[in-house]
Antibody
C-alpha cells in the first residue's frame, strides 16, 4: 500500500524550531519529487516547499523562504522539513505529498499539526 | 507570481444539479492545472490533472476543461458524497505550486 506518514508536529513557542518527518512506503521513493503543503485551521491549502528526486532542485514559498529547509534521505525513504524562527502564522496542519510527475500531487499523508503559541 | 482565483468561494446546490466551479490564472499556464477534492476532516484527493484528465478511480460525473487562463471543474449530477471543498492548483513552474482559494460545495 502506498503510504505517507508524517510526524514531528506539536506545540512550540514563537521563534523556536521544529523538524517534521515524512516516512514513505509502497512506492519507489527516489523516483519522485516530494512536497510539503500546509493548511491553517479553517483555511485553504498553501504549498510550502518542493524537492526533486535527487535534491538537485529545491523551492520554497516566499512565506517560508529563509526559515524552512526541506530535505530528503532516499536511503531511508524519508522527507523532512526543518522549520526555524517559527511564527504564529505557521500554525497549520502540515501534509507531505508525492508528486505524480511534474506537478499534481497524487498521494498525501494524513498530516501533522504544528501549533506556534506562547 | 501567478495567482489562482477560484469562484465562487461557496455554493449550495440540489442533488442532481449540474455544478460548475471556475479557476482563473493571472497569466497563461497552458493546461498545467489540477483539481483536488477535500471532504470535511479528510485529506485532499487528486481529481483531475492536465486540466481535463480524470485521475484513476474518480467518478465520471467529474470533468475538467480549459487552457491558458480559464478553467472549469464540472460535476454533472451533484451527489451527497460530493460535499467538499474543491481546490485548483497550477504546476507550470517546475516544483513551485500554487493553489486557488477553494470552493466549498454544499447540498441545498
Amino acid at each position: 500500500e502506498v503510504q505517507l506518514v508524517e510526524s514531528g508536529g506539536g506545540l512550540v513557542q514563537p521563534g523556536r524550531s521544529l523538524r517534521l518527518s515524512c516516512a514513505a512506503s509502497g512506492f519507489t521513493f527516489d523516483d519522485y519529487a516530494m512536497h510539503w503543503v500546509r493548511q491553517a485551521p479553517g483555511k485553504g491549502l498553501e504549498w510550502v516547499s518542493g524537492i526533486s528526486w535527487n535534491s538537485g532542485t529545491i523551492v520554497y514559498a516566499d512565506s517560508v523562504k529563509g526559515r524552512f529547509t526541506i530535505s530528503r534521505d532516499n536511503a531511508k525513504n524519508s522527507l523532512y522539513l526543518q522549520m526555524n524562527s517559527l511564527r504564529a502564522e505557521d500554525t497549520a496542519l502540515y501534509y507531505c505529498a508525492k508528486d505524480s510527475v511534474a506537478g499534481p500531487l497524487d498521494i498525501w499523508g494524513q498530516g501533522t499539526m504544528v501549533t506556534v503559541s506562547s | 507570481d501567478i495567482q489562482m482565483t477560484q469562484s465562487p468561494s461557496s455554493l449550495s446546490a440540489s442533488v442532481g444539479d449540474r455544478v460548475t466551479i471556475t479557476c482563473r490564472a493571472s497569466q497563461g499556464i497552458s493546461n498545467y492545472l489540477a483539481w483536488y477534492q477535500q471532504k470535511p476532516g479528510k485529506v485532499p484527493k487528486l481529481l483531475i490533472y492536465a486540466a481535463s484528465t480524470l485521475q484513476s478511480g474518480v467518478p465520471s460525473r467529474f470533468s475538467g476543461s480549459g487552457s491558458g487562463t480559464d478553467f472549469t471543474l464540472t460535476i454533472s449530477s451533484l451527489q451527497p458524497e460530493d460535499v467538499a471543498t474543491y481546490y485548483c492548483q497550477k504546476y507550470n513552474s517546475g516544483l513551485a505550486l500554487t493553489f486557488g482559494g477553494g470552493t466549498k460545495v454544499e447540498i441545498k
